[in-house]
Structures are given as C-alpha cells and as structure tokens.
C-alpha cells in the first residue's frame, strides 16, 4: 500500500515537474542556483522550516517573473541541524559542489559566524544572513576579514538598542535594571544600551544575565532588584520571559517595562496580565509598512494558505530577492558580480521597486533601460553600509487596554542623529 | 571536479577532527570500560585552550595572547589533561552509570561555564580571531586546506600509533583486563584505579587536541557547538566503526560523518521543491537507520573483530551472577 502510494506520489511529482519546466524549457534552459543552510532541526528547527518558506517564496516570484537572466533560479537548501560543525559542511558542500555564488543563512548568530569564518570569506562566496544579529559581525568586516562578502538583511541589535535607550531617556527614566537573556541576541542588545543609556546619563543599577529553561529565575530578579531601578529593560523570549516578568513583578519590582521586539506578543502580555503592566515602552525592528510587505502577505498566503506568522520570514525573503536582482542586474551570477551589485539595488537612489513577480519585472525593465533604481524590501529599504549591516527604521509600541499596539516610528535619519550626538 | 576534490578535502579535515576524540574515546571505552558521556565537555576545554591562548587580543576579554601554534596545542593538550586530572580523581572511583552520569554533568557545566563567563570565553558571542598555522603561505583556499589535510593525516597517524603500541604493551593488557574484570586484575596486584585514571586522562587529552584542532581550523567556536548531540556523534562513530579497534574508531569517524552531512545533499536531490523544508527530519530518520541496520548487522561495529565489550560484559554478568 504503501510502496503503491509512493509510486503515485512520485508519478504525479514527475507529471507535475514535467508539466513545470515544459514551457520554461522554450526560454530558459539553465538554471542558476542560490546556496541556503537554515537550522530545519535541532533547537531552532521549528523557526527555520518557516523562515526557509520566506526563502522559498521569493524563489517561485523570481520565477514567476521569468527567472535571472532567462535563467530558472532554484534554492538548494541544507539544513544545519542548529549546529555549527553541520553548518560548515552544508555550506562547504554548496559552494564545492552545487557551485552556488550565494548562500542565504544560516539563523543563528553561531552557526552563521562558523560559516562566515571557515567557507564563505575563504572561499569568496556572498553569504547573507536573514536572522544572525549579533554585532560580532560588524566587529569582525571592521577587521577586513569577511572580504564584503557577508550581508544580513536583519538589523544588528546596536540600533534597536539606541532606540531603546533613547525612549527610556525621553520618557525621564534615571535608573535602569537590565534583565537578558544569556545568548547573543540578549547580550548583545544588553551591552549597547548600556553604553548608550550611560551617554544620555542614566544609570544601569543591575544588569543580569539569565539562562534559558530554568523553572525559576527568583535569584536572577532579586540581584536585579537591588539599587532601586525605576524600570526594568527585559530582553528575552515569551515563556522563560514571562516566568521572569511574573517574578519580578511578585518580588515588587516596579510595573514599567522596557521590552524589544523579543518580547513584542500578545501571548507574552496576556500570560503576564496586562494589569501589572502599569507602563511598558516597546522597541521592534524593521515593522515599517510597505507596499512590499502588502505583497509579501498576500503572495504567502496564495502559495502556503496561511498568513506568515514568524518574524524573519521577510528578512529571508529580501535576502533572495536581492541576490537575484543582482544578479540580473551585473548580468552574471558569480559571487563577485552578486557582492557588487547588491548594493546597487538596494539603498534610495532612482526609482523605487517593490517585492513581488511585478516588482521584479519592473526591475529587469529598469536595468534593460539602464535606469537606476532600488528595491523596497519587506522589512523596508536596504540600506547596505560598508560593513555589510542594515540599518532600518524602528517601531515603537506599548500595551494599550490590554494590547500591544504600535504607537510610533523612529527614522533611520532618527537613530543615526542619537548615535551622533552620544 | 575540482569542487567535488575540494569538498572532499574539507570533509576529510572535520572527519579526522572527530577521528581523534573516536581515538580518545576508544581508549577510554573500548580498552578501559569507561563509559564516559561528557566527551563534548573535554573538546570544549581544548578549544577554548587553544583560542585563548592563539587568538590575538581582543577588547574586554582575557587571553589573547599570540601564542605559536604548536604551543598553544600543547596549552590546550595540558589544561584538558588537567581538567580529566580533576574530574576523574572523585569520579572514577564510580562504577559504569554513576561515572556515565557524572560525565555528562560535567559537560554541561563546562558548555554553561563557556556560556556565562564572558571575560573568559566571549560567552554566547564566542571568539572569532583564532588563527590557522602558516595560511600566510598559501594564497589559494584549497591550496591551504590540503596543506591542512596533510597535517591532520600526519597528526590522526601519530596518534594511532602511539595508541597501538600503548594498547599492545603491558599497560593496555592491564587496561583489558580491568575492563573484563577489575576483581581479577587488583588480585595480581594491579591498581585499578591508577589504571583507570591514566586511561581517561590521555583520552582526555587527546579530545581536547581535537577541539584546539577545530577551533584552529574553523577559526570561530561558540557555545552552540559544545552540545550533548557531539558526544553522541563521537559515540555513534565508535561503535559503527567497532570499538576497542583504533582503525574502526578512524573508519568511523569517516563514514559517521559521511552519513552525518552528505544525507543532506542526499535528501534534497530526493525531495520535490515543496517538500524541502522538511528535510532536514528526513535527514534525520535516514541517519538513525543507518546506525540501526548496522548495529542489528555489524554488532561489533565494521572493524570490530575483536571481542565486543558489551557482549563479553553480559555474559560474564550471566556467569558471576
């Protein structure tokens, strides 16, 4: 019964496949590939099976709109089990065997770093990261060493964290107790906020690691307690997030809150209580309304059937999109090519292009015409600075009856003026 | 070609990496009887030896010290070895579960410790400006990865051979004969504990040359890679490959690893477009089988023509008791 269905399955995908490629094979005969290593298994699987869907999806536009330079554009997808060792070798095996020019990945900051260091930069290969925000990576294309070829469509924490720092200074907050959570996202959000609440002249009056899965993190608040803070900035995810908030606000911490978009759920302030959030002041990246994102939404759920749910979805999305529109417009598809033209597509000059089989089409038509133009991500512009980071605009949101509500955007211009100025 | 000969090269690297903790393991298991489950934690203690020591400072973060190559190896075989020292002392007076549980606390104290103590170790951020011997010299990639390869094979057979000659001399057969029967071997006289401590400590050692290995060759570690599911591909790999057999523990090593990353191309070249997502489980389910039919085929593991120790441990139970 089985075998049967097996064979009727495989019949149907080669009738399916057939009927796929037949009339591409009048005009594009070639294919080019795109390198991915996302974590399907391990500790991250469950977000990397959505995330690769993002990856998946731009891959089936670009195709829609006739593929790179006549070429179908296909994604060779490996998992990393959320491993690095694993993770170096799926890579390896892309850029030796597959020959691709670009790998999108991995997720985690780890696994990405891993790659980056022993495949990538050696080896030449444009890696762009949709989700590993660690600032390592800033820290390491300061010293030369990722050769430009590493990008990340998510934005490094340094910005929300200038953000965050910023709100808690205007809303006339002095001292502030930090809770994060013991992994690169939380530690690195943690440190910069530190440095720049410090600038604007507040005071850190703890700032306290917690690790992921305990039952209880009671010790972990009562060191943060100490000093009096008037607000605490939580950095974490809901679950050992919100064991952490109940226990703060149990031991008679004060009810304001700072959180980032880690913590920016509903379910996270439900399960707290929304009442023994007297006041909370949320930062998020990259939520900018584009038409893009409209697109993004709307192409998802006709290929998947549900609406996309998981953030970084997008950012990998933009990820494929941006290699394949530099692709197509330095006419190749070799790594060099793809490294010097992403910036070229994206930023604000000439005009603008959204995500989407017309965006892309409008795009081809644009370079064919020799005009400039850049590509409106999902996530908003791209704009690529010398170090491979975005920068992108930032969401304010609080709790409002009960809730989470997006109250205001801090520009780009915004941002750079505070790092300016401190 | 070329890029099928490259990856080979690559894969080969990372294959005999592990070939060397198989090694560590294989004397500790399958000469001694030392069920030891915290491999992980030893590998951890050499690479972050060796980076500490070979990496170029960096702000905010003990170490940094530019230590030569060789030396910093050396560093990291000596604080590895010091580590198995201290946790064998108090441990390896357990029998069989007690050590196997200590172990594996032990690990994980060691991937926490390498997650908090971010002076010490960069914490979850890791450290990524460890270098790799002589790559000045080499101006093409592959070019260096062989030079790479070269010494891995030199390192991985030295290592053999001076575990054959160790396991054939007096001192193994006093090893054999504790894991058969400890009872046996003190009543002629053989201190089994000193035995057993020595056996764990240059196996220790010998994961935590591996880990300086890596850590040179990938040039970045963090604690994501200091997880339990290591320990179990090293032990998956000894008993593929047969243990108390130092070319299975090699053989192993090799095909575990094949199986570990080259089922992933497998499967994608297998699963339509629309099913890609999910293939990482089928890579998982097809590993699993693997490691299935060869126990239920192999018991005593490819090269295993020895005497397995499991059997030989379950008859011997069935005898005395």
């Not at chain 1, 990397?48 to 999806?57: F, R, S, T, V, W």
């Not at chain 1, 006549?70 to 020959?99: R, Y």
């Not at chain 2, 040039?219 to 998956?236: D, E, G, N, R």
């Amino acid at each position: 019964m089985m075998k049967k269905n097996l064979k009727k399955t495989l019949i149907a995908s080669a009738i399916v496949g057939a009927m796929a490629i037949a009339p591409m094979g009048a005009q594009a005969a070639c294919t080019t590939t795109v390198g991915s290593v996302m974590a399907l298994t391990g500790s991250l699987g469950a977000l990397g099976q959505a995330i690769a869907k993002g990856a998946e999806l731009a891959v089936s536009t670009v195709n829609q709109a006739g593929g790179v330079n006549g070429c179908q554009l296909k994604l060779a997808l490996l998992d990393d089990q959320t491993n690095p060792a694993v993770g170096v070798s799926a890579a390896k095996q892309l850029v030796d065997i597959n020959h691709v020019s670009a790998i999108v990945g991995a997720l985690s900051s780890g696994v990405s770093m891993a790659i980056l260091t022993s495949v990538t930069a050696p080896s030449k290969v444009v890696q762009i990261s949709p989700s590993s925000t660690s600032p390592s990576f800033t820290a390491l294309a300061k010293q030369g060493k990722t050769g430009g070829y590493w990008f990340r469509t998510a934005p490094s924490d340094a910005l929300q964290s200038v953000a965050m720092a910023k709100m808690a200074h205007d809303d006339g907050l002095k001292r502030v107790a930090v809770l994060y959570l013991k992994n690169p996202y939380g530690e690195g959000l943690a440190g910069e906020f530190q440095t720049y609440f410090k600038r604007m002249g507040g005071t850190i009056t703890a700032a306290v690691p917690y690790n992921p899965k305990q039952p209880s993190y009671r010790s972990e608040v009562g060191s943060a307690l100490q000093g009096k803070p008037q607000a605490v900035f939580l950095i974490g995810y809901p679950g050992d997030g919100t064991t952490v908030a109940r226990e703060w606000v149990s031991a008679g911490g004060p009810q304001v809150f700072l959180l980032p978009d880690g913590l920016e759920s509903q379910k996270f302030v439900d399960d707290v209580g929304a009442k023994y959030m007297k006041k909370v002041i949320g930062t998020a990246g990259g939520s900018v309304k584009t038409p893009s994102l409209t697109t993004f939404n709307n192409d998802f759920k006709a290929k998947y059937g549900e609406l996309p749910t998981q953030a970084y979805m997008t950012n990998a999305y933009d990820a494929v999109m941006v290699i394949a529109l530099a692709m197509e417009k330095g006419k190749g598809t070799s790594s060099a090519v793809v490294k010097d033209n992403i910036r070229k597509v994206t930023g604000t000059a000439g005009e603008a292009v959204y995500a989407g089989a017309a965006g892309f089409e409008k795009a081809k038509k644009l370079i064919k015409e020799g005009k400039p133009f850049h590509y409106v991500g999902t996530v908003g512009e791209l704009n690529f600075d010398a170090y491979g980071d975005t920068s992108g605009p930032m969401a304010i949101w609080t709790v409002k009856g009960g809730k989470v509500e997006q109250t205001g955007m801090m520009s780009v211009k915004a941002i750079n003026a505070v790092i300016k100025k401190y | 070609m070329t890029g099928l000969f490259s990856y080979l090269v690559f894969f080969l690297i990372l294959a005999l990496i592990y070939a060397i903790m198989a090694l560590g393991l294989n004397l500790q298991w399958g000469y001694t009887g030392l069920f030891n489950i915290g491999v992980v934690g030893f590998f951890a203690v050499g690479a972050y030896t060796f980076a500490i020591l070979a990496a170029s400072p960096m702000a905010g973060q003990f170490g940094g010290f530019n230590w030569p190559f060789i030396l910093a190896i050396a560093g990291a075989l000596v604080m590895s070895g010091i580590i198995a020292l201290l946790v064998g002392i108090p441990t390896l007076r357990l029998r069989e579960d007690y050590l196997a549980i200590a172990t594996i606390g032990i690990a994980a104290s060691i991937q926490l410790i390498a997650n908090n103590y971010g002076w010490l170790t960069g914490g979850p951020q890791g450290i990524y400006n460890i270098p790799q011997p002589l790559s000045n010299y080499f101006s093409s990639n592959l070019g260096y990865n062989l030079f790479f390869l070269a010494m891995m094979v030199v390192i991985v057979g030295v290592v053999y051979y001076g575990l054959e000659r160790m396991v054939n001399a007096p001192w193994g057969r006093v090893l054999m004969a504790i894991r058969e029967d400890e009872t046996a071997a003190s009543s002629v006289g053989k201190n089994g504990f000193s035995y057993r401590l020595q056996s764990f400590v240059i196996g220790a050692m010998l994961m935590g040359l591996s880990g300086a290995l890596y850590a040179s060759f990938i040039k970045y570690i963090s604690p994501t890679l200091f997880m339990p599911v290591l320990t179990f591909q090293v032990w998956a790999m000894l008993i593929v490959g047969g243990s108390g057999s130092n070319l299975g523990a090699i053989v192993g090593s090799v095909l575990v690893w094949a199986l570990w990353t080259g089922s992933g191309t497998l499967v994608q070249s297998i699963l339509p477009p629309g099913l890609q997502v999910k293939g990482g489980a089928v890579q998982i389910i097809l590993i699993g089988l693997v490691l299935m039919l060869v126990l239920l085929f192999r018991p005593r593991g490819i090269m295993g023509e020895r005497k397995a120790i499991a059997a030989e441990r379950a008859r011997s139970k069935i005898s005395t008791g």
